[in-house]
């Protein structure tokens, strides 16, 4: 560096290329200041040392924003004497070594000695430039204070650049917190609000920070000023809105939207600003634990939108524009993000409803098991009422098997907010009646849906806004279950929602819509869609058991029940397990619901029947009773036992052993040939190449030594191996040569322990399956 030692000093400090930034206003300072003319401009040379204010922006160079770093200080007081002058001059001059840290409010060392004994404040520096040599390879940049410069030496002109910018962005920024700060008049705090906002915008700087510096600059103004007009929220709003475009907003001002949501709902503001806000975080979001405001802002804005006058139908619209127009939503966040916010919504309202109880238990309290019923004596109980039970009417209908006795009239806790009807059974009974004497017991809210598993009726009389919130947020899960694509995550994001027992209750309050849901999810042809209706957990309750006649949610008489085990029958690969775990958990309704008429759940018992899935006789005789007592069970028991008659005699009367049907054979030949004779011996039964399909497995499957099965070249499917994997054990031999089988069906072979030669050439097989097939075989 060449400074002469005559004027060199003045020269640096008078002659600067721009004025003193403490007498410019902050409003457009960023306007002329970023737009200097290139390096290589000759104009702006200063002898050998040239200054500039800002790199050229159109270069399109980007730098992260310094936080701290090593770097060369070398500090020059202004000389106002000869002798000053000559100990300011190049040869007293030396450089030291400091590691620099950007703070909010100054530029301070981790060796506060030498140059940087005292921190350097930004308010006390009046300018900063660049300077570069024509004839030395220096880079440095220049910090004008009162009374001197302070110089920076960078190891190369990229490093320089970016701590330029870097102290300039905290300068400015330390600047625009102070003024903001302490505002005077909104109108021209609502220019240096622009001001702060164009800043960030054109700031060559690439961090995060960058953006949410000034948003945390004005949350912090709008909560320490609360009695701003209408008009000024929204003039706020709309000024920070191109920050808000590629970033979120921060805890503080997510209060601030929120509020405004709440006060101002038809506001534009909530249309043209804060929609592409919330859809930004719908798609990018990826945990509302760690920011539980931006759920509740988007939980905000949704009710705004329902209040505007076509209500949920901007609301199917919005939802419509997170999936898109196409049949395949392309942001994977999405869907589990409206989820999150419509389940926390739901959730909120049923603890608001809980807590409000005088002296009821919280749900905290509830989860930890902290609730201590001999020290809680609400105010106003809930008394259990206990009608005389009603003279049933004389009729000539068949009654109910024994061990299917009518329940008493169930009991009524009623109260001005709730109307509770509890089925009693021993269980219920025992628990509700402890220590008083003759019923005297006075449970609480939280008692009567805690005590009883079954409950027939549930209606609770919610506040106004309450109530809108909910059918607000269950008709979204109701509009989420529409879209094909978004239902396999849906059911999956769902399916662990019952396991908490004050979570079930949540969902009594908005039933019919999540009915619609559950119903969805039932009528789906997908496994990985309608499987989601059963527990996640052995032990645990989902949607299976809650809409079960005497579940929780069942409101129908086991409609959408009987509907759910179809398809799960349907497309079970283990139907014997299946049969198995129904017969132990749900066979009571599964008989009533057979006693009623439904056609499914007679066959569910005629096929228990036939699978000897139920080992006790008495049960046996109670299946046997159930289904003669209707004309659809009537009608299916005699054929069970024309079947098993015929299946009787088959094995009785033998046949060959040996069979190949001729090519172009369908179904119907194979059937009518093995009903026109004994086959009760046939090992080996060759179907390549005729037209069979899995609809010849009800024929297969009565042959019960068939040990060797060819089906090469036909159209038996996984239907078809799935039941032969049930019935044929003793199958050791299987050629599925040129069969449209897949995985699906490929992998209910691994129970069959028999088979000890499989030909899977030309199948839809993949390797991951063939792999998990020689596993388990």
Same mark, same amino acid.
């Given at each position: 560096?060449?400074?002469?030692?005559?004027?060199?000093?003045?020269?640096?400090?008078?002659?600067?290329?721009?004025?003193?930034?403490?007498?410019?206003?902050?409003?457009?300072?960023m306007?002329?200041q970023?737009?200097?003319?290139?390096?290589?401009?000759?104009?702006?040379k200063?002898?050998?040392?040239s200054?500039?204010?800002?790199?050229h922006?159109?270069?399109?160079?980007?730098?992260?924003?310094?936080?701290e770093?090593?770097?060369?200080?070398?500090?020059?007081k202004?000389?106002?004497t000869?002798?000053?002058k000559l100990?300011?001059?190049?040869?007293l001059?030396?450089?030291?070594?400091?590691?620099l840290?950007?703070?909010?409010?100054?530029?301070?060392s981790?060796?506060?000695?030498g140059y940087?004994?005292?921190?350097?404040?930004?308010?006390t520096?009046e300018?900063?430039q660049?300077?570069?040599?024509?004839?030395?390879?220096k880079y440095?940049v220049?910090l004008?204070?009162?009374?001197?410069?302070?110089?920076?030496?960078?190891?190369?002109?990229?490093?320089?650049?970016?701590?330029?910018?870097?102290?300039?962005?905290?300068?400015?920024?330390y600047k625009?917190?102070?003024?903001?700060?302490?505002?005077?008049?909104?109108?021209?705090?609502?220019?240096?609000?622009?001001?702060?906002?164009?800043?960030?915008?054109t700031?060559p700087?690439?961090?995060?920070?960058i953006?949410?510096?000034?948003l945390?600059?004005?949350?912090t103004?709008?909560?320490?000023?609360?009695n701003?007009?209408?008009?000024?929220?929204?003039n706020?709003?709309?000024a920070i809105?191109?920050?808000?475009?590629?970033?979120?907003?921060?805890?503080?001002?997510?209060?601030f939207f929120?509020?405004?949501?709440?006060?101002?709902?038809?506001?534009?503001?909530v249309?043209?600003?804060?929609?592409?806000?919330?859809?930004?975080?719908?798609k990018?979001?990826?945990?509302?634990?760690k920011?539980p405001?931006?759920?509740l802002f988007t939980?905000?804005?949704i009710?705004?939108?329902?209040e505007?006058n076509?209500?949920?139908e901007?609301v199917?619209?919005?939802?419509?524009?997170?999936?898109?127009?196409?049949?395949?939503?392309?942001?994977?966040?999405?869907?589990?993000?409206?989820?999150?916010?419509?389940?926390?919504?739901?959730?909120?309202?049923?603890?608001?409803?809980?807590?409000?109880?005088?002296?009821?238990?919280?749900?905290?309290?509830?989860r930890n098991?902290?609730?201590?019923?001999?020290?809680?004596?609400?105010?106003?109980?809930?008394?259990?009422?206990?009608?005389?039970?009603?003279?049933?009417?004389?009729t000539?209908?068949?009654s109910?098997?024994?061990?299917?006795?009518l329940?008493?009239?169930?009991?009524?806790?009623?109260?001005?907010?709730?109307?509770?009807?509890l089925?009693?059974?021993n269980?219920?009974?025992?628990?509700?009646?402890?220590a008083?004497?003759?019923?005297?017991?006075?449970?609480?809210l939280?008692?009567?849906?805690?005590v009883?598993?079954?409950?027939?009726?549930l209606?609770?009389?919610l506040?106004?806004?309450?109530d809108?919130?909910l059918?607000c947020?269950?008709?979204?899960?109701?509009?989420l279950?529409?879209?094909?694509d978004?239902?396999?995550?849906?059911?999956?994001?769902?399916?662990?929602?019952?396991?908490?027992?004050?979570?079930?209750?949540c969902?009594?309050f908005c039933?019919?819509?999540?009915?619609?849901v559950?119903q969805?999810?039932?009528e789906?042809?997908?496994?990985?869609?309608?499987?989601?209706?059963?527990?996640?957990?052995?032990?645990?309750?989902?949607?299976?058991?809650?809409?079960s006649?005497g579940?929780?949610a069942?409101d129908?008489?086991g409609?959408?029940?009987?509907?759910?085990?179809?398809?799960?029958?349907?497309?079970c690969?283990?139907?014997?397990?299946?049969?198995?775990s129904?017969a132990?958990?749900?066979?009571?309704p599964?008989?009533?619901?057979?006693?009623?008429?439904?056609?499914?759940?007679v066959?569910?018992?005629?096929l228990?029947?036939?699978?000897?899935?139920?080992?006790?006789?008495?049960?046996?005789?109670?299946?046997?009773?159930?289904?003669?007592?209707?004309?659809?069970?009537?009608?299916?028991?005699?054929?069970?036992?024309?079947?098993?008659?015929?299946?009787?005699?088959?094995?009785?009367?033998?046949?060959?052993?040996r069979?190949?049907?001729?090519?172009?054979?369908t179904?119907?030949d194979?059937?009518?040939l093995l009903?026109s004779?004994?086959?009760g011996n046939l090992?080996?039964?060759?179907l390549?190449?005729?037209?069979?399909?899995?609809a010849?497995?009800e024929?297969?499957?009565? =042959?019960?030594? +068939?040990?060797?099965?060819? &089906?090469?070249?036909?159209?038996?499917? %996984? *239907? #078809? $191996?799935?039941? !032969?994997?049930?019935? =044929?054990?003793? +199958?050791?031999?299987l050629n &599925?040569?040129?069969t449209?089988?897949? %995985? *699906? #069906? $490929?992998?209910? !072979?691994s129970?069959?322990?028999?088979?000890?030669?499989?030909?899977m050439?030309s199948?839809?097989?993949t390797a %991951?399956?063939?792999e998990?097939?020689?596993?388990?075989?």
């Amino acid at each position: 560096m060449d400074f002469n030692g005559s004027g060199g000093g003045n020269e640096l400090h008078n002659n600067q290329f721009y004025p003193s930034e403490e007498s410019k206003p902050l409003l457009g300072e960023m306007s002329a200041q970023q737009l200097p003319p290139p390096e290589g401009n000759n104009n702006h040379k200063a002898g050998p040392c040239s200054k500039r204010s800002l790199l050229h922006c159109s270069s399109g160079m980007r730098y992260k924003l310094l936080q701290e770093g090593d770097i060369q200080v070398c500090v020059v007081k202004h000389p106002r004497t000869f002798l000053s002058k000559l100990l300011t001059s190049k040869f007293l001059r030396r450089w030291e070594p400091h590691h620099l840290t950007l703070t909010d409010s100054s530029l301070m060392s981790a060796t506060p000695t030498g140059y940087m004994e005292a921190p350097l404040s930004y308010s006390t520096i009046e300018d900063l430039q660049l300077l570069s040599w024509d004839n030395a390879p220096k880079y440095c940049v220049q910090l004008s204070f009162p009374g001197g410069t302070v110089l920076l030496q960078a190891a190369n002109s990229y490093l320089r650049d970016q701590w330029f910018h870097s102290i300039q962005w905290k300068k400015k920024i330390y600047k625009y917190r102070k003024v903001l700060n302490n505002p005077s008049r909104w109108d021209v705090v609502l220019k240096e609000i622009r001001a702060l906002v164009d800043m960030a915008l054109t700031s060559p700087l690439q961090d995060e920070s960058i953006h949410q510096a000034p948003l945390h600059i004005i949350s912090t103004l709008l909560a320490e000023n609360t009695n701003l007009s209408a008009q000024d929220h929204e003039n706020i709003i709309v000024a920070i809105a191109p920050l808000l475009e590629n970033n979120h907003p921060p805890p503080d001002l997510c209060e601030f939207f929120c509020k405004h949501c709440r006060e101002r709902p038809r506001s534009m503001v909530v249309i043209e600003v804060f929609t592409p806000v919330v859809q930004r975080i719908l798609k990018h979001n990826m945990d509302f634990g760690k920011c539980p405001r931006l759920r509740l802002f988007t939980q905000e804005y949704i009710l705004a939108l329902n209040e505007l006058n076509a209500g949920m139908e901007v609301v199917k619209k919005f939802i419509h524009s997170m999936h898109g127009p196409t049949g395949q939503c392309p942001h994977p966040r999405v869907l589990p993000n409206l989820v999150a916010v419509c389940l926390a919504a739901i959730y909120s309202c049923y603890e608001e409803f809980i807590n409000s109880r005088d002296n009821s238990p919280s749900l905290k309290e509830i989860r930890n098991g902290c609730q201590q019923q001999s020290e809680r004596k609400p105010p106003m109980p809930l008394r259990l009422l206990r009608p005389e039970p009603p003279t049933p009417p004389q009729t000539t209908t068949l009654s109910p098997p024994p061990a299917l006795p009518l329940s008493p009239p169930p009991s009524i806790v009623n109260s001005s907010e709730i109307l509770v009807e509890l089925e009693r059974n021993n269980n219920t009974t025992n628990t509700l009646r402890k220590a008083p004497a003759e019923g005297d017991s006075e449970p609480n809210l939280i008692d009567c849906l805690l005590v009883s598993p079954a409950l027939n009726a549930l209606s609770i009389q919610l506040p106004a806004h309450a109530d809108r919130v909910l059918g607000c947020f269950a008709l979204i899960l109701k509009m989420l279950s529409d879209y094909d694509d978004w239902r396999p995550a849906l059911a999956s994001l769902l399916q662990p929602i019952p396991f908490p027992k004050e979570s079930v209750f949540c969902f009594v309050f908005c039933n019919r819509e999540l009915k619609y849901v559950i119903q969805r999810f039932a009528e789906d042809p997908r496994q990985e869609v309608h499987s989601c209706l059963l527990s996640v957990r052995s032990g645990k309750d989902g949607w299976f058991q809650l809409y079960s006649p005497g579940g929780v949610a069942c409101d129908d008489d086991g409609e959408l029940f009987a509907s759910m085990v179809h398809i799960l029958m349907g497309s079970c690969y283990k139907t014997k397990k299946f049969l198995l775990s129904l017969a132990e958990n749900k066979l009571g309704p599964c008989m009533l619901l057979a006693l009623r008429g439904n056609q499914t759940m007679v066959e569910i018992l005629c096929l228990m029947l036939e699978y000897n899935i139920i080992e006790n006789k008495d049960t046996q005789l109670q299946i046997i009773s159930t289904l003669e007592s209707t004309q659809v069970g009537l009608r299916m028991y005699e054929q069970l036992c024309d079947r098993q008659r015929e299946l009787k005699e088959l094995q009785r009367k033998g046949g060959p052993t040996r069979l190949t049907l001729p090519s172009k054979s369908t179904d119907a030949d194979l059937a009518r040939l093995l009903s026109s004779g004994s086959f009760g011996n046939l090992e080996n039964l060759s179907l390549a190449f005729t037209n069979v399909t899995s609809a010849c497995a009800e024929q297969l499957i009565k =042959l019960p030594s +068939l040990k060797q099965l060819n &089906l090469w070249s036909t159209q038996f499917g %996984d *239907a #078809g $191996l799935r039941l !032969l994997s049930e019935h =044929l054990a003793c +199958l050791q031999v299987l050629n &599925l040569c040129e069969t449209p089988v897949t %995985d *699906a #069906g $490929l992998l209910s !072979l691994s129970s069959m322990k028999s088979l000890c030669s499989l030909n899977m050439n030309s199948t839809k097989l993949t390797a %991951d399956t063939y792999e998990d097939l020689k596993v388990r075989t």
